[in-house]
């Protein structure tokens, strides 16, 4: 994080997490405790590192750590992680648009996702989707509806994409599979980007739940405050086409109307959305 972005956040948040001075002792500023948080976040430190890095107490550092990402969030969340509008989730600049935090490490994906608020909203169909539309180029077809992509955890629906099993799998299927893939890739960067860079998700976070999902929160709307204003130094990540074989979970609800949509994209993809180089990438 740059210096300016730094005293920008700073300014933010300051009339939150600042303490008053007393008689007895002087309160850790402002500056001290954002300074405290980031590096735990940045390094993912112990918090017997920092108490030597800022002679805090280690008892004290939870404490400091815990508020200042309460703050950070409550303060950033509606400015760079704004309810989710139009049909994305994480965009082409890698930054979150939405998140959901605290599920049980024992819930899959598809679980999370429908349990969640942004997952039950797309099952009602109260989400602000763009209406359906024509592909380019795709004359005399019927408009498609806008679809969410995941991968082979998530159930099959009109608005959510996810690829073909590989069991007896077609050309025309291992083609759709490698389109999706490469637009998943961008939610797969963003993961990568924010562990990277944010290294507090290289090993376990050893504090309560509570706190833990603060942090997470916090992490999580900086890695959105950091891209966006910071130069963009190359991440190293990497991603992974996993066109595993995985059944997955079945479909909630629409499965015969998703597989419809899907088929479309699949004519699509080997038809007018042909790219040159698509059937040598699958072979």
Known sequence: MSVNSFDELLSIISQRIKKQDTNMRRSITPA?????????L???????????????????????????????????APLEMPTPNKGKVVDADYCFTFIDVGAPGREGDSSIFKSSNFGQKLTRSQLDLPEPAHLPN??????????????????????????????????????????????????ECAFGILSN????FHSSIMINPLSAKHIIKAACVLHNFVRRRDYQFEDTIRWYDDMEEFDGVQAVGGRSCGIAVRDSFVEYFNGPGAVPWQNRMIH
């Open 197 to 200: 860079r944010w290294r507090i």
């Open 138 to 187: 795709n004359i005399g077809k019927p408009p498609v509806p806008f679809v969410f992509i995941g991968d082979a955890a998530f159930g099959l629906n009109k608005n959510v994409m996810r690829p073909f099993s590989l069991r007896n799998i077609t050309t025309p299927k291992k083609i759709y599979n490698y389109r999706l893939s490469r637009d998943r890739r961008f939610v």
């Open 42 to 76: 940045a390094s993912g430190a112990t918090f017997t590192d920092l108490e030597y890095d800022f002679l805090i107490s280690r008892k004290t550092i939870p404490f400091i750590v815990t508020e200042t990402c309460q703050a950070i969030w409550q303060e950033l």
């Open 32 to 40: 001290e405790r954002l300074a405290v948080t980031l590096r735990y």
